[in-house]
């Protein structure tokens, strides 16, 4: 399907799914003529253009040839061929007679990465799961259900050294992902992105050319298969003092003198003296790998920074007992100024479940007992009313309540149980799932709701309280049959879909099953886990493999307030804690190796010194915006490590 005056694909159809969308409607008002498939930009030292028209245009049997005029003596050629698959090739020559030198160099590739809703997504839209590996490139538009035929689109010439993101504001929101630019180069925006942007110095009469193939895959592993990777990974997180083993037969490299390539029988071992992210280059291929310390030093080391850093000690009263977000580049506390996602309620009390469970298990000293009890108090004075209703944050009625923070604050006050066994902190752990409840709970998937319900319901249960245990069980299992009866048309939250949606209903599940043994349950989950695993992509990089796609906290959560991908996001960990939680049968060693390299990865989002980043925001850029960097703020990023510890306590869980 092309569109008749640029030549554009319209829209690739799979004839055994053909009401799926693999690229974006072209009647969506955000979805322009400069975004169509395989237009672009280019940008010289001189001069800069897009293409979206051609000059010319000639269509023959399966095959399509276009040329475009572009600026400072350059010029385009496409060519398009079929048949078993789709080859499209794409060549700029320089017909003037000085050196050219590219500094931009973008493709669009608009796949139908968006949430019109559940129902729609799940039927009709793709993740595009993007590898911007230099030679070893590709892309993987994987249906979000999870079932049917994917589309991979892999660079067989020329190299991909990043991509960026456009149509991403305050209009699209956070619902689009935006429209997908694969960069050649983006040097005069981010010449440091992905381990560096390359110029591209074209002589007189010079070219240079990048093609791809488009081909329909069975599935992922078809498709993985087919990109004929130069290596293949033991892992792509590990360790300090351990080996990620590498096959391959090309040459590795690294420019940081902290990592070590050692030869070995079949390829090499890397292995790093200080962690953190290093950037591998494989003679034209590139990627990143992880060394982390052990995760009970970050603990540590976080505890030890929240405590100096974001307490909001400059206020009167309970209230100075709060922790807040912080510029990390200045230790100034951040006021929420009428921005929800700013608050010291919400996302920030896993700040208060991370110092309390690590107090729990004897990993800090009774030196925090003060900060623990003092938030305690200013909890239960200014995020909870006389109800049982959390806020969103101290600042009286202006946010009202929100059903997403009522597990969370049950959450700290049952560890803070644990720790003092106070019978006042577990019945307002109990209150405030009760309320919560009558809120609209048991028909919103609140993140951590049914592991929390049968956590507070057993310590009730252990405390002589079983009726009020009782009711708390038969609230998931209520909840539990709603959603099993709504099939895909799952309600909308503060997103129209999401995996911090699917990943909740899966524990939800889980935590039914579990309570009941109801195999309908069972049946649930193994229907709904592809829905899950699809949002993560099997990219061979740190920060990318096996990480949902979530691209709005870089706006909502950070300083800079920057849209696009968030590579990880701490909530991919609610990925791993389904996994972990299988039942018999769906939990095998892949799921556990997957659990692992998920949480291994949210370290990367953790300094070694306590300091942290709630958004490593990962395109090259965004709109024209420098990205592929970490935002400045410390705000919610330490649910990772909550939730890591949560599943050591709770499901035995390895702390590797």
């Not at 982390?292 to 850093?309: G, M, N, S, T």
């Not at 969370?408 to 019945?427: I, K, N, S, V």
């Not at 990480?547 to 701490?570: C, E, N, S, T």
Request: charged share 20%; proline share 5%.
């Amino acid at each position: 399907m092309l569109d008749l005056a640029t030549g554009a694909p319209l829209q690739f159809v799979d004839p055994s799914r053909p009401e799926r969308t693999f690229l974006l409607d072209p009647d969506l008002a955000w979805h322009t003529a400069d975004h169509l498939w395989g237009s672009g930009h280019i940008t010289t030292e001189r001069a800069a253009a897009r293409w979206v028209t051609p000059a010319s245009q000639v269509l023959g049997d399966n095959s399509q040839d276009l040329s475009f005029a572009l600026v400072d003596g350059l010029t385009l050629t496409v060519s398009r061929r079929g048949g078993s698959e789709l080859m499209e090739r794409y060549q700029w020559r320089n017909t003037s007679a000085h050196e050219v030198t590219v500094t931009g160099l973008g493709l669009q590739i608009p796949f139908a990465d968006h949430y019109p809703s559940a129902a729609e997504a799940l039927e009709r839209c793709v993740h595009a799961h993007v590898f911007p590996g230099g030679t070893w490139s590709w892309v993987l538009a994987q249906p979000m259900s999870g079932e049917g035929r994917c589309l991979g689109l892999v660079v067989r010439e020329g190299s991909v050294a990043g991509y960026s993101i456009e149509s991403r504001n305050p209009m699209t929101q956070s619902n689009i992902r935006g429209h997908l630019v694969l960069q050649v180069t983006d040097r005069a925006r981010n010449a440091t992105a992905f381990g560096g942007q390359p110029a591209i110095i074209l002589p007189p009469g010079g070219s240079y050319t990048l093609a791809w193939t488009l081909h329909w895959y069975g599935d992922v592993d078809a498709f993985l298969a087919d990109t004929a990777p130069p290596a293949r990974f033991s892992a792509m997180s590990a360790p300090v003092g351990s080996e990620i083993r590498v096959e391959t037969s090309a040459p590795v490299s690294c420019t940081a003198e902290a990592l070590r390539v050692r030869p070995t029988d079949g390829g090499v071992a890397v292995s790093a003296s200080r962690p953190g992210s290093y950037q591998l280059q494989l003679d034209g291929a590139r990627t990143e790998v992880l060394f982390h310390l052990p995760v009970r030093h970050y603990v540590e080391a976080r505890a030890a920074y929240i405590l100096a850093h974001q307490r909001a000690a400059q206020r009167p009263g309970l209230l100075a007992h709060a922790l807040v977000p912080v510029d990390t580049r200045t230790g100034l506390t951040v006021d929420d100024g009428g921005w929800a996602d700013w608050t010291d309620g919400s996302e920030r009390i896993g700040m208060a479940i991370l110092l309390q469970r690590a107090r729990n298990l004897g990993w800090l000293t009774d030196d925090v007992e003060p900060a623990l009890a003092g938030w305690a108090s200013f909890a239960r004075a200014h995020l909870v009313d006389h109800t049982g209703a959390t806020r969103r944050g101290s600042a009286g009625y202006a946010y009202g309540a929100r059903i997403y923070d009522a597990p969370w604050m049950a959450e700290f006050f049952l560890e803070r149980y644990r720790a003092t066994g106070d019978p006042a902190d577990l019945e307002l752990a109990g209150r405030v799932l009760t309320r919560v409840v009558e809120l609209g709970a048991n028909t919103f998937l609140g993140i951590g709701y049914s592991e929390m319900a049968v956590a507070v319901a057993e310590a009730l249960a252990g405390a002589g309280s079983v009726e009020a245990a009782s009711v708390l069980r038969a609230h998931v299992v209520t909840s539990a049959e709603h959603f099993l009866a709504l099939g895909r048309g799952l309600p909308e939250h503060e997103v129209a879909y999401e995996q911090s949606i699917v990943a909740p209903l899966l524990n939800l599940l889980i935590d039914a099953h579990r309570l009941t043994g109801d195999d309908r349950f069972a049946a649930g989950i193994s229907e709904r886990l592809p829905w899950l695993l699809s949002f993560g992509g099997p990219q061979p990089h740190a920060r990318l493999q096996g990480i949902a796609i979530r691209h709005w906290d870089g706006y909502w959560f950070g300083l800079d307030q920057l849209w696009g991908d968030v590579f990880p996001h701490h909530w991919s960990a609610l990925t791993a804690t389904v996994l972990t939680r299988l039942p018999e049968g769906l939990r095998t060693e892949r799921t556990e190796e997957l659990a692992l390299a998920i949480l291994r990865a949210n370290l990367a989002n953790d300094d070694e010194s306590g300091s942290a980043t709630c958004a490593f925001v990962m395109p090259s850029s965004v709109d024209g915006r420098a990205a592929h960097r970490a935002d400045p703020l410390a705000n919610d990023q330490d649910w990772h490590l909550a939730l890591w510890l949560r599943l050591f306590q709770s499901e035995g869980f390895g702390l590797a």
